[in-house]
């Protein structure tokens, strides 16, 4: 069943976190203080809403990581003993697969999905300079069972807007996917 995101008030401020990657390093929010903008994505290697973006994610991160400075993290929240694929093993393959040039982490308490208010997979935060949060919404309209484009346009046009010091109109498209796989009587709903 989709899940959709839950829209959490603009100009919420970022919370903290300091999580192990998938290549073993350690990468909290202060790695990336002076960044124009902070994107945090929570991902999963096995749900098809992931799947179905994740190439096009890869380029768009990129992209602007290369022209404008923005730092960019993906966090993946699930619980990896009742989904393996979401492991570290898994979640490197998936990095390669989609080209990934940010990295990614592993929140295995799912304290920093419960601090972010992450509801689904993928789920998107982007933050300003000053870690508001600008944005909350769906990457594009690409869906597993629709034939749109997955091209990111939805999150690239509130890229160029936050990137440009402006904010970004209303309504955001609340992103839709999987629901992230709670650890037993951690769901915090």
């Known amino acids: ?7 959490v008030p603009l ?3 970022a919370p903290s976190f300091s999580l192990p990657s998938i290549q073993g390093d350690t990468v909290s929010i202060d790695d990336f203080v002076g960044a124009p ?4 994505v929570f991902l999963s290697n096995h749900c098809p809403y992931v799947r179905r973006i994740e190439s096009a994610l890869g380029e768009a991160v990129a992209e602007y990581q290369a022209k404008e400075g923005l730092a960019a993290v993906g966090i993946c929240s699930n619980d990896v003993e009742n ?12 990095a390669k697969r989609a080209g ?26 982007l933050y300003d300079a ?5 944005y909350r ?8 069972r629709n034939d749109l484009p997955s091209d990111g346009a939805t999150l690239r046009a509130a890229l160029y807007q936050v990137l440009g010091g402006r904010p970004v109109p209303e309504p955001h498209i609340a ?15």
């Open 11 to 13: 100009g919420t401020r």
């Open 83 to 94: 989904y393996p694929d979401d492991d570290a093993e898994h979640l490197a393959e998936q």
């Open 37 to 40: 903008a902070l994107l945090v």
């Open 175 to 189: 992103s839709l996917g999987c629901g992230i796989k709670w650890k037993p009587g951690n769901d915090p709903v």
């Open 1 to 7: 069943m989709a899940i959709s995101s839950f829209m």
């Open 130 to 134: 000053d870690r508001g949060l600008a």
């Open 100 to 125: 990934f040039t940010f990295p990614y982490l592993i929140d295995e308490t799912q304290e920093v999905a419960k601090a972010y208010k992450a509801a689904c997979t993928p789920d998107f935060f």
């Open 137 to 144: 919404g769906e990457f594009d309209g690409a869906r597993p």
